[in-house]
């Protein structure tokens, strides 16, 4: 069974939507970005179904030393960086690991809702 990326994405876009807001200078509200580490976590958390259909076409495999170079965590950034309906930026990684997970290159995608 092939999980689209536009799945992926529309999976994605309730989270997303309720991602918290902080107040800028100048008094305007702007969605905080999450990573795709945190997004998988978090769909997970919530039981949301496509992950179920992630690890059964991309196994389990998520950050350094997962095993796989294809895993749940990129193909949800793969998904997101394809949908106009998400905004997305890089942050560089050296350095920083997520529960149980280290990434597992230099750089990964943040993203939100287009604002």
């Not at 580490?37 to 179920?52: A, D, H, K, V």
């Not at 350094?64 to 942050?91: F, M, T, W, Y």
């Amino acid at each position: 069974m092939s999980v689209t990326h536009e799945e992926i994405a529309q999976s994605c876009m309730g989270l997303l939507s309720r991602a918290e807001k902080r107040k800028r200078r100048g008094g305007k509200h702007e969605r905080v970005f999450l990573t795709a580490y945190q997004i998988w976590i978090l769909l997970r958390e919530e039981g949301n179904p496509i992950c179920q259909a992630l690890q059964n076409k991309y196994g389990t495999a998520v950050g350094k030393g997962g095993g796989e170079n294809v895993g749940p965590a990129q193909r949800i950034g793969a998904a997101l960086e394809r949908s106009d309906r998400i905004e997305a930026r890089h942050l560089d990684v050296r350095r920083i690991s997520f529960p149980g997970i280290q990434p597992s290159g230099r750089s990964c995608g943040l993203f939100r809702m287009g604002e």
